[in-house]
């Protein structure tokens, strides 16, 4: 490689450019090594300078600068998202304990619930009741409780009722089912008769729906009662 090879084949540009093959690149430096002074008839510094200029006026950092670290590489923000990352922790221990606290009361509640005995009761109560045959109704018709435990002797009177087998269905309201009574039949008088303790059932209002069991055995809506539970 020579100054005139290097004139006819624009090796400088190329190599400027990034365009020349690896070994004419390799060659072009060798040969600029052993003739420094070509650089300066070449006028690469003045270039050089140029392009210098150029990245000045765009903006452009120099390609010795160190490139900026990307935000999310700061140590500001690593130690923060630790720091959340932290909180978030603590914060779900501290959710997943008192979930579990919660849990251990509603278990200890429902065993509680379930080993209670009913409270003896000290006096019997007899009621006779008038069931509505218009409709249920969510006021309650008499209450029962109240004070000491007593066995409420319901008298529910269905002696106008052409059925003489019934069913009753024990709803407390707006909560759930309570229990289904089958087979209920009218005692002489045309009474249906039910004994409760009242603390059998927890305070609030129960709905009776009765229905009389027709000669196929199907149950028909026949008369409702509420009833009123107090503690």
């Known amino acids: 490689m020579d100054r005139d090879f290097i004139a006819r084949n624009q090796v400088v540009e190329r190599y400027l450019s990034g365009r020349l093959p690896l070994k004419g690149a390799t060659d072009f430096e060798r040969f600029c090594h052993d003739n420094p002074q070509l ?8 270039r050089v300078n140029a392009g210098l200029r150029l990245l000045e006026a765009s903006g452009k950092p120099e390609p010795w600068q160190e490139k900026a670290t990307p935000a999310w590489q700061k140590p500001q923000v690593t130690i923060g998202l630790a720091a959340a990352v932290a909180v978030l922790c603590l914060t779900l221990l501290m959710v997943g304990g008192s979930n579990a606290g919660k849990n251990r009361q509603i278990t200890a509640l429902n065993k509680q619930m379930l080993e209670q005995a009913l409270d003896p009761a000290t006096s019997t109560r007899e009621i006779r009741v008038l069931p509505s045959r218009s409709g249920a109704s969510n006021t309650p018709a008499i209450t029962i409780g109240g004070g000491a435990a007593q066995l409420a002797d ?10 003489h087998s019934f069913r009753l269905t024990i709803d407390r309201i ?5 229990a289904i009574i089958t087979n209920v039949g009218k005692d002489s008088n045309g ?3 039910l004994a409760l303790n009242s603390s059998a059932l927890g305070p609030g209002a129960y709905q009776f729906t009765i229905e009389g069991i027709n000669w196929r055995g199907e149950p028909e809506p026949d008369s409702w009662v509420t009833i009123g539970v107090a503690r």
């Open 174 to 178: 707006d909560q759930g089912r309570v």
């Open 191 to 193: 009474n249906l008769r």
């Open 154 to 163: 319901l008298k529910i009177d269905e002696s106008r009722s052409p059925y």
């Open 39 to 46: 650089l300066d008839e070449i006028g690469l510094p003045e």
